[in-house]
């Protein structure tokens, strides 16, 4: 199997799920003109990372790659357990990250183009989407008041959140009153899989 991935993009996600299933891959850190190259097109046209293949499937998308890659080795149990209510709990959480504050963070990285030599309405944007992201990390941290993770142990939901509080601190957006969330980075970063995919895509000190 083959991932495509961009060093610290939601690509980490299924490189740490990778990681856990102890099967053989190989992680490729691409450059962002890489996967907007004919080349990469033709196996995803969205020009996006992941992508995972595997043999003839191309698959891209964190949940369905996540899901194929769960089906495939349940002894690594991805979503934190092997109990369907358990896991469905953990992947309430995953689309809740994927979904939901992913989105948010879209306009701290890309402007939209409407915004583009405006500086007030560049500030207004910038402000609602870091007002509405860190409100939505505050809903993740009300539940590690009570949980040490999002499932039942440590899941592909706890590393989907563990890297965009890695975008957070890259853009400045401080969630240091969010007091439940700097401990959990640790608790996250102590874990072998993650350890393995932040030396291999460079984000280790
Ligand atoms: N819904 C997609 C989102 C994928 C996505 O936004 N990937 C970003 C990296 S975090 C990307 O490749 N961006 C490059 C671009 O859109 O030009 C998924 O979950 O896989």
Redesign the pocket.
């Known amino acids: 199997m083959k991932l495509y991935c ?1 060093k610290g ?3 980490f996600v299924p490189h740490v799920a990778l990681e856990w299933t102890g099967a053989e891959y190989q992680a490729e850190l691409v450059s ?1 003109d890489f ?2 190259s004919a080349e990469f097109l033709a196996l995803n046209p969205r ?4 992508l995972l293949v595997d043999g003839d499937l191309a698959l ?4 369905a790659i996540l899901h194929y890659l769960d089906e495939k080795y349940p002894e690594a149990k991805l979503f934190g357990s092997k109990t369907l209510r358990d896991k469905a709990k953990a992947a309430r959480w995953l689309a809740f990250f ?1 979904c939901d504050v ?1 989105k948010s963070f879209v306009p701290l990285f890309r402007l939209p183009s409407y915004a583009e030599g405006n500086e007030e309405l560049t500030r207004l944007i910038r402000q609602q989407a870091a007002e509405q992201v860190l409100d939505q990390l505050s809903t993740a941290n009300e539940h590690l008041e009570s949980h040490i993770f999002f499932g039942e142990n440590i899941s592909v939901a706890d590393v989907y959140l563990y890297i965009m509080l890695n975008w957070c601190r890259l853009l400045g957006l401080d969630f240091s009153h969010l007091e439940q969330l700097s401990p959990f980075i640790q608790r996250v970063e102590a874990n072998a899989g993650v350890d393995a995919a932040r030396i291999a895509e460079g984000l280790k000190g």
């Open positions: 961009l993009a939601c690509s962002r996967i907007k020009g996006a990372v992941p891209s998308q964190n949940q994927n992913h």
